[in-house]
T-cell receptor
Framework: KNEVEQSPQNLTAQEGEFITINCSYS?????LHWLQQHPGGGIVSLFM???GKKKHGRLIATINIQEKHSSLHITASHPRDSAVYIC???????????FGTGTRLKVLA | GAVVSQHPSRVICKSGTSVKIECRSL??????MFWYRQFPKKSLMLMAT?????????EQGVEKDKFLINHASLTLSTLTVTSAHPEDSSFYIC??????????FGPGTRLTVL
């Protein structure tokens, strides 16, 4: 079993839909990072959180440390949101990320 | 947010040559930088951790003589792929640690070895 599981692995949505991507992990962590990788490959850091909830524009990230679960929500999705979204917990006591395999999102106009 | 740059963004080279990739933190000092490799449709794989002024720590299975890492200053780390081979073709990404838990990722370098 992978230490980080993301679901769904692939997601196609219509423009305007509300999107949720889930991440579950099995190790103790100090923080969790949500990353966005566009088709060209470049990685953008969306959120780093260790508790509660963070919001930036149309993006919301939540984490429940006790349940070892985090979610990334996109409201009013847009085709430009099409990318791979990667959950990356930071293993407790280290500076090493454990990367999920990513969720490939495609938003259709 | 903090910015990390990589240069070049794309490089094509012949087998047997060496290629140097630079990773720079543009607006902060990074005591630690990380180098990752990503195969198509796969997760990032940590190759090595680079601390300023000291030798890099390589992950298991990564050849340190093939992937030379130098972290000469608080804003620059370099990865040199020596005697490149087609199997080294990949997407290489660096990240720089800003404070305790925050890491910022570079845009990546796509290496193609012919």
């Amino acid at each position: 079993k992978n230490e980080v599981e993301q679901s769904p692995q692939n997601l196609t949505a219509q423009e305007g839909e509300f999107i949720t991507i889930n991440c579950s992990y099995s190790v103790g962590i100090s923080a969790l990072h949500w990353l966005q990788q566009h088709p060209g490959g470049g990685i953008v850091s969306l959120f780093m959180l260790s508790s509660g909830k963070k919001k930036h524009g149309r993006l919301i990230a939540t984490i429940n440390i006790q349940e070892k679960h985090s979610s990334l929500h996109i409201t009013a999705s847009h085709p430009r949101d099409s990318a791979v979204y990667i959950c990356a917990p930071l293993a407790g006591g280290t500076y090493k990320y454990i990367f999920g395999t990513g969720t490939r999102l495609k938003v259709l106009a | 947010g903090a910015v990390v740059s990589q240069h070049p963004s794309r490089v094509i080279c012949k087998s047997g040559t060496s290629v140097k990739i630079e990773c720079r933190s543009l607006d902060f000092q990074a005591t630690t930088m990380f180098w990752y490799r990503q195969f198509p449709k796969k997760s990032l794989m940590l190759m090595a951790t680079s601390n300023e002024g000291s030798k890099a720590t390589y992950e298991q299975g990564v050849e340190k003589d093939k992937f030379l890492i130098n972290h000469a200053s608080l804003t620059l780390s370099t990865l040199t792929v020596t005697s490149a081979h087609p199997e080294d073709s990949s997407f290489y990404i660096c990240s720089a640690r800003h404070n305790t838990d925050t890491q910022y990722f570079g845009p990546g370098t796509r290496l193609t070895v012919l």
